[in-house]
């Protein structure tokens, strides 16, 4: 047998060389493609563990999310809403904050606040808080300022350039001044029938905002939102005063506001509220009634309202009365004769209901009605 030739020998050696080199290099760039589609793929998320938060990040089950509107030019916040999402009953809630919410910050967080920047005055609108810090963690500050005069817990913020927000949300009337989803918007969501689907819309929205959240903690309610009934998504502002320059809260109010959203049960039924971005039927007598159910009986309050705008009242606003169950039905109303003679007639037992005067109505509502066990109809 022929031995192979020295410079066979080479030639063949050379190339199993070349061949070997061809093969670490390809290994190579495969490696760096997959690491920087693996980059790609999760610097998104990245993004919220790159600085230190300065509130509790909180992604229950029930979800507390400040989603803020901001300018692209210079990055000011223009508009805020606190959606509440419950996974468990499927309620998905919007109550939206005056841009104007004047803010007396605690001494506490006033101290916090000037560690990173001491400018910012603890007398300030809640809109400007943002501007005052760098970065990401800005919004958590006014998530921090809110918390002084809304103390609920909010457990994480979503900040959206202006142009997305406006695609996303529309503000109502100038009675209303609440933001509502825009049809398109929930269009978009009716579409998403199964936890995939809803995957795939968070994903896409997740590329457009800023957020304390990370992506898999975000797609961790897409299941229960693919389950919201979207045409009964509710939709209140934040209850207080505005003077016209500045939007004062209701503390008292605005907690009871969010217990009651907290505490309901399931909707089953379309919200009627002025509130919700429609404007409610103008009474002949101007008299804006609340009805709150003290009862425990589910349904009593829309049942009331439902007579009363028949009869051309204007009731803008129900929800459930936070305390013990009410035995007996109570009127407060700033024209005690007025509510007399027009409301005590819709009560099984005209008689029994009290109706009181009140000057500590919330601007807006004429007349309170909670109602007690004795108003089942």
């Not at 809630?93 to 005056?98: C, K, Q, R």
Request: net charge negative.
């Amino acid at each position: 047998m022929n031995k192979p030739s020295v410079a066979k020998i080479i030639v063949i050696y050379f190339f199993k060389t070349i061949g070997i080199m061809a093969l670490l290099v390809g290994v190579g760039l495969l490696s760096y493609y997959l690491t920087m589609l693996y980059y790609k793929q999760t610097d998104r998320e990245e993004r919220a563990t790159t600085y230190q938060h300065v509130i509790d990040i909180n992604a229950g089950t029930e979800s507390s999310n400040l989603i803020l509107s901001y300018n692209e030019d210079d990055s000011k916040v223009n508009a805020m809403i606190l959606e509440l999402f419950d996974q468990d009953s499927k309620n998905l809630t919007l109550v939206t904050i005056p841009a104007n919410t004047h803010v007396e910050l605690s001494q506490a967080t006033y101290q916090e606040m000037t560690k990173v920047n001491q400018n910012i005055p603890q007398s300030v609108k809640l809109s400007d808080v943002p501007g005052y810090f760098m970065g990401d963690v800005a919004y958590e500050f006014a998530v921090m300022a809110l918390q002084d005069v809304l103390p609920v817990d909010i457990g994480y913020f979503t900040a959206i350039p202006k142009t997305k927000f406006d695609m996303y949300y529309e503000l109502g009337t100038k009675k209303d001044k609440c933001y509502s989803p825009t049809d398109a918007y929930i269009s978009s969501m009716k579409k998403c029938t199964n936890k995939n689907d809803m995957d795939d819309m968070l994903k896409d929205l997740f590329d457009e905002q800023i957020s304390d959240l990370t992506l898999s903690q975000k797609l961790g309610y897409s299941e229960a939102l693919s389950k919201v009934n979207w045409d009964l998504v509710h939709i209140y502002v934040l209850k207080g005063s505005d003077d016209g320059t500045s939007f004062t809260v209701n503390t008292k109010k605005s907690k009871k506001l969010i217990n009651d959203i907290w505490e309901s049960p399931a909707y089953t039924t379309a919200q009627y509220e002025s509130t919700a971005g429609k404007e409610a039927e103008a009474s002949s007598d101007d008299q804006n009634i609340e009805i709150l159910n003290g009862s425990a009986i589910d349904g009593l309050a829309s049942k009331y309202q439902k007579m009363m705008q028949e009869d051309h009242l204007s009731v803008v606003n129900i929800g459930n009365y936070t305390g013990m169950k009410q035995q007996t039905t109570t009127i407060y109303a700033r024209d005690v004769k007025w509510a007399k003679k027009k409301l005590r007639k819709y009560f099984p037992k005209p008689k029994a209901v009290k109706v009181e005067t009140s000057a500590d109505l919330e601007e807006g509502i004429d007349v309170e009605i909670i109602l007690g066990v004795d108003a089942d109809i």
